[in-house]
T-cell receptor, first 113, second 110 residues
Framework: EAQVTQNPRYLITVTGKKLTVTCSQN?????MSWYRQDPGLGLRQIYY???????DKGDVPEGYKVSRKEKRNFPLILESPSPNQTSLYFC????????????FGPGTRLTVT | LAKTTQPISMDSYEGQEVNITCSHN???????ITWYQQFPSQGPRFIIQ???TKVTNEVASLFIPADRKSSTLSLPRVSLSDTAVYYC???????????FGSGTKLNVKP
């Protein structure tokens, strides 16, 4: 089944403890992206990657890192999480081409205390 | 990226046609218009995309006037399962950057 998977789905952690949220897609998509969703703010783009080893900032990159060493994986790294990074995170992918059709993962609910 | 303005919420009844309008006054020549649907605690799902005039698929229609400063998503004969948040997106930049905005919460009543 074509899909985007994220792990973990739920995570509660403490301020300053480094964490990684993994994202993987099995559709051979070149483009991948991370979003966070907060009440009243819709989805905001954190980082995106156009292909392996090519990444760029979205609207809210502060406090996050990403890497794209393999086409199928695009992990989101929080080096020193803070409570304001408590949010619902979504990973998405899409094939190359003139389309905005992204495929989203199920989401990761992160709580930083 | 061109910003968008949508109504915060709308109510409808089962079986009715629903039209959600999005304003994007600063849309650029190369910008496309896209709509997504999101259910609670799920990732958004692509509905439809267009550049001008009208686009129709099995789920919805998208109407874009000649000046392209607005667009209307039309959902025919909605059901309770269409209760969701609908996002209008506008932008190009190589189709890499996406701005979802706050969306329109559609509530379909029986």
């Amino acid at each position: 089944e074509a899909q985007v998977t994220q792990n973990p789905r739920y995570l509660i952690t403490v301020t300053g403890k480094k964490l990684t949220v993994t994202c993987s897609q099995n559709m051979n998509h070149e483009y991948m992206s991370w979003y966070r969703q907060d009440p009243g703010l819709g989805l905001r783009q954190i980082y995106y990657s156009m292909n392996v080893e090519v990444t760029d900032k979205g609207d809210v990159p502060e406090g996050y890192k990403v890497s794209r060493k393999e086409k199928r994986n695009f992990p989101l790294i929080l080096e020193s999480p803070s409570p304001n990074q408590t949010s619902l995170y979504f990973c998405a992918s899409r094939p190359q081409g003139r389309s905005y059709e992204q495929y989203f993962g199920p989401g990761t609910r992160l709580t930083v205390t | 990226l061109a910003k968008t303005t949508q109504p915060i919420s709308m109510d409808s009844y089962e079986g009715q046609e629903v039209n959600i309008t999005c304003s994007h006054n600063n849309i650029a020549t190369n910008d496309y218009i896209t709509w997504y649907q999101q259910f609670p605690s799920q990732g958004p799902r692509f509905i439809i995309q267009g550049y001008k005039t009208k686009v129709t698929n099995e789920v919805a229609s998208l109407f874009i006037p000649a000046d392209r400063k607005s667009s209307t998503l039309s959902l025919p004969r909605v059901s309770l399962s269409d209760t969701a948040v609908y996002y209008c997106l506008v932008g190009s930049e190589g189709f890499n950057k996406f701005y979802f905005g706050s969306g329109t919460k559609l509530n379909v009543k029986p």
